[in-house]
């Protein structure tokens, strides 16, 4: 266990993935703010989590070793997947108010969410194992594609 988890504060690690997160949700939220529409808020978070991690690649491969190896003192996984949660809450609360203005279609709202979040995920892995792949084509695609589906 680290000395920081033993005197109850964030390990190092954790420190870093707190920053990086809320770092993204910072360069994020105004866009989603800024967007009258569901369909607009859906593109504006796929366009802002991408362009986020696009201009600080060192941060993202940093969580992405953390988030993979960072163990808890029981020796579980210390963000398992379910970590997501909070991206996920977001993206749900958005196309349901989608669906409630009567902008959006007839769906549930969870598996979509969940789906958006890891296609971002994928793009970004994809992007790691690949520098050379055109962020900005794969962004607009996986916005194509979900706006079509809402």
Same mark, same amino acid.
């Given at each position: 266990m680290a000395?920081?988890?033993q005197r109850g504060g964030a390990?190092?690690?954790e420190q870093i993935v707190e920053k990086v997160y809320g770092d993204s949700w910072l360069a994020?939220?105004?866009r989603l703010d800024a967007e009258p529409t569901a369909a607009g808020k859906l593109r504006a978070f796929i366009e802002a989590?991408? %362009?986020y991690y696009a201009a600080h690649r060192a941060r993202l491969l940093a969580i992405g070793s953390i988030v993979v190896n960072h163990r808890a003192a029981d020796g579980s996984l210390r963000y398992p997947?379910? %970590?997501e949660a909070s991206v996920v809450r977001v993206l749900v609360d958005m196309l349901r108010a989608g669906q409630d203005s009567g902008e959006l279609g007839d769906f549930d709202p969870l598996p979509v969410a969940v789906t958006v979040s890891y296609a971002i995920?994928? %793009?970004l892995e994809q992007w790691v194992l690949d520098p050379?792949?055109?962020l900005t084509a794969y962004c607009d695609q996986l916005i194509r594609m979900?706006?079509?589906a809402i």
């Amino acid at each position: 266990m680290a000395l920081q988890e033993q005197r109850g504060g964030a390990s190092p690690d954790e420190q870093i993935v707190e920053k990086v997160y809320g770092d993204s949700w910072l360069a994020t939220k105004p866009r989603l703010d800024a967007e009258p529409t569901a369909a607009g808020k859906l593109r504006a978070f796929i366009e802002a989590e991408v %362009a986020y991690y696009a201009a600080h690649r060192a941060r993202l491969l940093a969580i992405g070793s953390i988030v993979v190896n960072h163990r808890a003192a029981d020796g579980s996984l210390r963000y398992p997947p379910s %970590a997501e949660a909070s991206v996920v809450r977001v993206l749900v609360d958005m196309l349901r108010a989608g669906q409630d203005s009567g902008e959006l279609g007839d769906f549930d709202p969870l598996p979509v969410a969940v789906t958006v979040s890891y296609a971002i995920t994928g %793009a970004l892995e994809q992007w790691v194992l690949d520098p050379a792949i055109d962020l900005t084509a794969y962004c607009d695609q996986l916005i194509r594609m979900f706006q079509w589906a809402i």
